[in-house]
């Protein structure tokens, strides 16, 4: 692999890898047909402290760098990368206080998440890569907002500890007129609704959120009224280039097996690795691999020094999850009519694949934002 890692990082990737294989996969194959994913695992999770790996020391995290973090979670996502992502979406909730937020909301997001989950609430029905046009709303009332509204597509909907909310404040106002809330389970008229009956990534959680007159004080926003879309641009930025390092693990783990098999299926007297058809596939399935993960790790790098990667975040994005499409079909190729049986795994990583082109911002969005993006730097 072109990238090198430290001995600290092989010690972490390697402590990633063996809870992974020995506690985690085996049930991965019960929990995808069921959907949801057994309580009892997210143990692991919180023995190895993957819920705190990039909360800065000064709240109790281990403050970790992207590029480490990076690396470990790839590892989980050769395994599973719903169980991953239900862990990245704590960060992914955390990035909005850490860049726009108080030290006060800060603490309380880690003491409610030790142990334990965040859900970051955008989506709507109506509102999704078109964010300003969101209905929830959020009614100053003195001292106090009223939040009402539903939200879709929410990872950890029904497991979260903490919630980060989006709603308007100022509903004639359109995307200026949103606001960001840290808003605690448990308050009266927020609850989990509807779950999705998904195709993939059925191990992580994701429904409804509803908010029927949640009463919030005001210290509950985050920077000010009327800054959430800013908030929230700003923080996916560095959450989709994040999460294109689960789509890395999940390219890994279909090469793997895919060698794997064609070094043991048997066809005309002779391994069909033997085969140049199906080394041309695995070949191209290889450099997508690698130049994912080098692509990804640059992005890192840069997050790392505090760049918001507005263009680098969108480009690789959706070049990794483009790769992804490519590379898990390969995969099922390969393995021929068992790739597309059960029994095998590597459909489940082709089904588990297509939802990355469509959260963290769809690739058509991410392309919109690379193309002005140019047009205003030539």
């Known amino acids: 692999m072109a990238l090198m890692y430290t001995e600290e990082q092989r010690e972490l990737i390697e402590l990633v890898r063996d809870v992974a294989e020995s506690e985690i996969k085996p049930y991965v194959a019960a929990a995808d047909e069921a959907g949801e994913c057994p309580p009892e695992l997210f143990k692991w999770g919180f023995d190895m402290g993957l819920h705190m790996v990039e909360i800065p020391e000064e709240f109790g995290g281990m403050g970790l760098d992207y590029e480490t973090c990076a690396m470990m979670f ?36 880690v003491e409610a998440t030790n142990p334990g989950f965040a859900a970051f609430c955008l989506s709507e029905a109506g509102a999704g890569s078109d964010v ?7 009614t100053r009332d003195g001292d106090h907002y ?18 980060v909310i989006f709603a308007k404040t100022d509903p004639a106002a359109g995307g200026k007129g949103i606001t ?47 800054q959430g879309m800013s908030i929230a641009l700003n923080a996916l930025n560095l959450s989709r280039a994040f999460i294109s390092t689960l789509g890395v693990g999940i390219m890994q783990r279909a090469l793997d097996e895919a060698v794997s098999y064609a070094k043991q299926r048997k066809q005309f007297g002779k391994p069909i690795i033997e085969f140049q058809l199906v080394q041309g596939l695995l070949a191209d399935m290889a450099i997508k691999v690698e130049a994912s993960r080098c692509l990804v790790n640059n992005a890192m790098r840069m997050m790392d020094a505090g760049d918001l990667v507005r263009l680098e975040g969108a480009i690789v994005k959706t070049f990794v999850t483009d790769c992804m499409q490519e590379v898990t079909s390969n995969a099922v190729q390969v393995f021929g009519g068992y790739g597309y049986s059960k029994d095998y795994p590597v459909e489940k990583l082709m089904r588990d694949a297509k939802i990355f082109q469509i959260f963290e911002g769809t690739n058509q969005i991410q392309r919109t934002v690379i193309a002005k993006i140019l047009d205003k730097s030539y």
Request: include cysteine; hydrophobic fraction near 40%.
């Open 74 to 109: 790839e590892e989980l996502a050769k395994v599973d990368a719903a169980y991953a992502d239900t862990f990245v979406t704590n960060f992914v909730a955390f990035r909005n206080i850490h860049l726009s937020g108080t030290p006060e909301q800060a603490r309380h997001f």
């Open 132 to 138: 300003a046009s969101m209905r929830s709303t959020a």
């Open 146 to 163: 009223v939040l009402n509204g539903t939200k879709t597509f929410i990872t950890n909907g029904s497991i979260a500890s903490i919630y």
């Open 180 to 226: 960001a809330f840290l808003v605690d389970a448990g308050t009266p008229g927020l609850y989990a609704g509807a779950r999705e009956h998904k195709m993939g990534f059925r191990l992580s959680d994701t429904c409804e959120v509803v908010m029927e007159n949640v009463r919030v004080h005001e210290s509950a926003v985050i920077g000010c009224e009327g």
